[in-house]
């Protein structure tokens, strides 16, 4: 076990750096360099700067050097110190504002990758051991829909319908009163009463292609000999189709971790813009519309890496679960 | 009529129905032996009927689409004067006398309501206009060669607003609207597949062949990409891009960005086969005939899985409009004058706007259909991909 998470974290190595050199990459890809858009910016507010006030901004970044030593002193900055340059947009650290907003979206994406397999396994498994049934077609074609139906559109139509049934206008986390009210029972009731829609929008992108995959590995397993064994053997249906077939079946979603966690945080990013909620979509927006590009390079690789490390973490919490995986028998 | 000739008419139809449909199996099992891989191909789609449905709704998009200045009663950008927002145009059938007649619209006209003071369009149904099909009017170009002066249909009255799903903001046919911009949502998705295709068959081949450390690589390349969420980086790209470029520039660069990521699932898939081809007798022949790797890879190795890597593009076709579509609601993708589905979208972003105009959200209609019309197509391509299997 031990040496299966040493050897993850260690193949997790070369992907965060080759993140952290796109995220670097995307910093410096607009034409005008950061310092120009900072000062164009200043000088429109009417604050004129002096050729060494640029100057030493030039220095604090060390944009007169090549792009290699640049790279090098945000890394080490970030590593050493935590920061990751200034936004000029909000005119803070860019490392405050991501912490303002990440939390938020941690919380938002962990709920949203639990609420995607607590529909999707019921289903699955409803919808393979009643094929054909009236249910599974349901179920099919809602899948299908949900493939075509982009996020945002989702959402779009779900605070219509909410708001044409009931009247009440699911837009942000909190209600306007609580918006900057310290937390309270009441305060946690009305987050309750506002999230359950953006996180099921965001949910029903992974849901389902979970269902296809848990359906087809289902229907394959359910017919195979030990099954016919364990029900020869008199044990209660219930628990028969969920302690073997469902075991085995589940599998091959452990392996879809890896692409569910990047959808799931790409669908927070929309419907969160979408929805009007307080996480880093919308910071990552508004940075990328008013090219605040350390803004935008550093969320890109705060997203970027904490997917890496969620799926490792998956990944391990899963060999632990499943002993096939930790003995090397099956590769995820 | 005699009772006992009806059962002797019918048998000798049945048998002759029967022996007709045996030798229509016959006839075809026979041309079966000696059909082209396309024939086989084409055989085994036409089985799939909802593939087959599928196939044609996409034909007519792409067709209205693509000849919108026909299809299209308006251009995307005129404006009726004090229509803004207007609801879809209603079609009648039924005449005030309670005839039938041609499908005719009335002339809407706006008045203020004076309690609530928000403007109405109420029917003036003191005068039909009847819809006509190729009505005449000014003379344009179709795709800008073509000189004709019809339109698909219309009122013959050019300043009787007809208005299928509505109008926008500034009075522009919704309608009409969705038909352009289809042009640039529906073929975005052709272009990043292009390039999907050829970077994903050229670094999976590269990988898949030759191994070692060029496939180690690859192969971390592809691992971050994937593992990677998309919609940060397409943002982040398209926010790189200079504002001061022009649709066409813009279009193609957008397509670049869906293509960044799209191709790793194609590499992984040419790299898996190939694995498991260059070792077969064909290659190894091709390369005793003195073949460089090259030519192995692209005329030997890959043409042995092409539809395959086919069905995999049609499959990636819709994330590719999606992506579009989501960029340009967010703002940065298309920008207006030029019309996509995700622009026009953009209008419909507040909840005010949809609870008092919904028809602003139509466009996603049309968006989902593609989508899933192209999931089908791509059903049915994979069952029928490989039409030598026994199945």
Redesign the interface.
């Given at each position: 076990m031990t040496a299966l998470i040493i050897r993850r974290i260690i193949l997790i190595i070369p992907l965060l750096f080759i993140i952290s050199i796109i995220s670097f990459i995307i910093i410096l890809l607009p034409p005008g360099s950061y310092v120009e858009t900072y000062v164009e910016n200043l000088e429109r507010t009417g604050f004129l700067m002096d050729e060494s006030q640029i100057k030493a901004i030039y220095k604090q970044y060390g944009l007169d050097r090549p792009a290699v030593v640049q790279y090098i002193l945000w890394m080490s900055n970030f590593l050493l110190k935590g920061e990751m340059g200034r936004s000029f947009i909000y005119q803070k650290p860019v490392t405050e504002v991501i912490m303002e907003r990440l939390p938020m979206s941690m919380a938002v994406t962990l709920i949203s990758l639990a609420v995607t397999w607590l529909l999707a396994v019921p289903i699955g498994i409803y919808s393979a051991l009643r094929q054909y049934s009236i249910g599974d077609y349901v179920a099919t074609i809602i899948g299908f829909v949900g493939l075509a139906l982009p996020n945002f559109l989702l959402a779009l139509a779900l605070t219509y319908l909410v708001f044409a049934k009931t009247g009440h206008a699911v837009t942000g986390l909190f209600s306007i009163e609580y918006k900057d009210a310290p937390w309270t029972v009441d305060k946690l009731f009305d987050l309750l009463g506002n999230i359950w829609l953006p996180i099921l929008v965001i949910a029903s992108a992974g849901t389902a292609s979970l269902i296809r995959i848990l359906r087809a590995t289902l229907l394959d397993e359910k017919n195979k000999q030990y099954v016919t064994t364990a029900r020869a053997k008199g044990l209660p249906e219930h628990k028969l189709i969920l302690k073997y077939p469902v075991r085995v079946a589940i599998n091959p979603l452990i392996s879809t971790i890896g692409w569910t966690l990047p959808l799931i945080v790409s669908g927070e990013i929309i419907v969160s813009q979408t929805l009007g909620l307080e996480t880093l979509g919308p910071v990552l927006l508004s940075a990328a519309m008013g090219e605040d590009m350390f803004l935008v390079g550093s969320i890109v690789m705060i997203l970027s890496s904490l997917t890496v490390i969620g799926t490792l973490i998956s990944d391990i919490l899963l060999a632990w679960i499943d002993p096939r995986i930790r003995f090397d028998k099956v590769s995820i | 009529m005699s009772t006992a000739s009806k059962p002797t008419f019918l048998t000798a139809l049945s048998e002759h129905y029967i022996r007709w449909k045996r030798e229509r199996s016959q006839r075809l099992q026979e041309r079966l032996y000696y059909a082209s891989q396309r024939e086989l191909v084409w055989h085994a789609f036409k089985k799939h009927r909802l593939a087959l449905v599928a196939l044609i709704i996409l034909t007519v998009l792409y067709t209205v689409s693509i000849g919108a200045d026909f299809f299209a009663p308006f251009s995307p950008l005129n404006r009726f004067q004090n229509f803004n927002d207007a609801p879809p145009t209603r079609i009648h059938l039924i005449t005030r006398e309670g005839k039938l007649s041609w499908p005719f619209v009335y002339q809407t006209v706006r008045v203020r309501n004076t309690e609530t003071f928000k403007y109405e369009y109420r029917e003036n149904t003191t005068h039909r206009h009847i819809i006509r099909l190729l009505v005449k009017t000014e003379p344009y170009k179709l795709l800008k060669v073509i000189p004709i002066q019809h339109k698909f249909f219309g009122l013959s009255d050019r300043h009787v607003p007809l208005l299928l799903f509505g109008s926008d903001r500034l009075g522009r046919d919704v309608f009409s609207r969705i038909l352009f911009a289809g042009r640039i949502s529906l073929f975005i998705g052709f272009g990043g597949v292009m390039v999907t295709f050829i970077l994903g068959s050229i670094l999976g081949g590269i990988s898949g062949y030759y191994g070692g450390l060029v496939d180690e690589i690859i192969q971390?390349?592809i691992?971050?990409l994937?593992?990677?969420?998309?919609?940060?980086?397409w943002?982040?790209?398209?926010?790189?891009l200079?504002r001061d470029w022009g649709t066409i520039k813009i279009y193609f660069a957008i397509t670049l960005i869906l293509a960044v990521r799209g191709w790793t699932g194609l590499a992984r898939v040419v790299r898996g086969r190939i694995i498991s081809l260059r070792e077969e007798e064909f290659a190894l022949a091709a390369k005793a005939a003195g073949a460089g790797d090259w030519r192995i890879i692209f005329t030997h190795l890959l043409p042995a899985f092409i539809s395959y890597l086919i069905v995999h593009i049609t499959l990636a076709i819709?994330g590719m409009i999606?992506g579009e579509?989501?960029l340009s609601?967010?703002?940065?993708g298309i920008k207006p004058p030029a019309v996509s589905w995700g622009t026009l979208?953009q209008d419909?972003?507040d909840?005010t706007v949809?609870?008092n105009y919904?028809w602003l959200?139509i466009p996603?209609l049309f968006?989902?259909l593609t989508?899933?019309m192209f999931?089908f197509v791509g059903d049915g391509l994979r069952d029928a991909a490989d039409p030598y299997a026994s199945r």
């Amino acid at each position: 076990m031990t040496a299966l998470i040493i050897r993850r974290i260690i193949l997790i190595i070369p992907l965060l750096f080759i993140i952290s050199i796109i995220s670097f990459i995307i910093i410096l890809l607009p034409p005008g360099s950061y310092v120009e858009t900072y000062v164009e910016n200043l000088e429109r507010t009417g604050f004129l700067m002096d050729e060494s006030q640029i100057k030493a901004i030039y220095k604090q970044y060390g944009l007169d050097r090549p792009a290699v030593v640049q790279y090098i002193l945000w890394m080490s900055n970030f590593l050493l110190k935590g920061e990751m340059g200034r936004s000029f947009i909000y005119q803070k650290p860019v490392t405050e504002v991501i912490m303002e907003r990440l939390p938020m979206s941690m919380a938002v994406t962990l709920i949203s990758l639990a609420v995607t397999w607590l529909l999707a396994v019921p289903i699955g498994i409803y919808s393979a051991l009643r094929q054909y049934s009236i249910g599974d077609y349901v179920a099919t074609i809602i899948g299908f829909v949900g493939l075509a139906l982009p996020n945002f559109l989702l959402a779009l139509a779900l605070t219509y319908l909410v708001f044409a049934k009931t009247g009440h206008a699911v837009t942000g986390l909190f209600s306007i009163e609580y918006k900057d009210a310290p937390w309270t029972v009441d305060k946690l009731f009305d987050l309750l009463g506002n999230i359950w829609l953006p996180i099921l929008v965001i949910a029903s992108a992974g849901t389902a292609s979970l269902i296809r995959i848990l359906r087809a590995t289902l229907l394959d397993e359910k017919n195979k000999q030990y099954v016919t064994t364990a029900r020869a053997k008199g044990l209660p249906e219930h628990k028969l189709i969920l302690k073997y077939p469902v075991r085995v079946a589940i599998n091959p979603l452990i392996s879809t971790i890896g692409w569910t966690l990047p959808l799931i945080v790409s669908g927070e990013i929309i419907v969160s813009q979408t929805l009007g909620l307080e996480t880093l979509g919308p910071v990552l927006l508004s940075a990328a519309m008013g090219e605040d590009m350390f803004l935008v390079g550093s969320i890109v690789m705060i997203l970027s890496s904490l997917t890496v490390i969620g799926t490792l973490i998956s990944d391990i919490l899963l060999a632990w679960i499943d002993p096939r995986i930790r003995f090397d028998k099956v590769s995820i | 009529m005699s009772t006992a000739s009806k059962p002797t008419f019918l048998t000798a139809l049945s048998e002759h129905y029967i022996r007709w449909k045996r030798e229509r199996s016959q006839r075809l099992q026979e041309r079966l032996y000696y059909a082209s891989q396309r024939e086989l191909v084409w055989h085994a789609f036409k089985k799939h009927r909802l593939a087959l449905v599928a196939l044609i709704i996409l034909t007519v998009l792409y067709t209205v689409s693509i000849g919108a200045d026909f299809f299209a009663p308006f251009s995307p950008l005129n404006r009726f004067q004090n229509f803004n927002d207007a609801p879809p145009t209603r079609i009648h059938l039924i005449t005030r006398e309670g005839k039938l007649s041609w499908p005719f619209v009335y002339q809407t006209v706006r008045v203020r309501n004076t309690e609530t003071f928000k403007y109405e369009y109420r029917e003036n149904t003191t005068h039909r206009h009847i819809i006509r099909l190729l009505v005449k009017t000014e003379p344009y170009k179709l795709l800008k060669v073509i000189p004709i002066q019809h339109k698909f249909f219309g009122l013959s009255d050019r300043h009787v607003p007809l208005l299928l799903f509505g109008s926008d903001r500034l009075g522009r046919d919704v309608f009409s609207r969705i038909l352009f911009a289809g042009r640039i949502s529906l073929f975005i998705g052709f272009g990043g597949v292009m390039v999907t295709f050829i970077l994903g068959s050229i670094l999976g081949g590269i990988s898949g062949y030759y191994g070692g450390l060029v496939d180690e690589i690859i192969q971390r390349i592809i691992e971050v990409l994937i593992s990677v969420p998309n919609i940060p980086i397409w943002i982040a790209l398209s926010a790189a891009l200079p504002r001061d470029w022009g649709t066409i520039k813009i279009y193609f660069a957008i397509t670049l960005i869906l293509a960044v990521r799209g191709w790793t699932g194609l590499a992984r898939v040419v790299r898996g086969r190939i694995i498991s081809l260059r070792e077969e007798e064909f290659a190894l022949a091709a390369k005793a005939a003195g073949a460089g790797d090259w030519r192995i890879i692209f005329t030997h190795l890959l043409p042995a899985f092409i539809s395959y890597l086919i069905v995999h593009i049609t499959l990636a076709i819709p994330g590719m409009i999606l992506g579009e579509t989501a960029l340009s609601f967010l703002g940065l993708g298309i920008k207006p004058p030029a019309v996509s589905w995700g622009t026009l979208l953009q209008d419909a972003q507040d909840i005010t706007v949809l609870a008092n105009y919904p028809w602003l959200l139509i466009p996603s209609l049309f968006v989902v259909l593609t989508i899933l019309m192209f999931n089908f197509v791509g059903d049915g391509l994979r069952d029928a991909a490989d039409p030598y299997a026994s199945r």
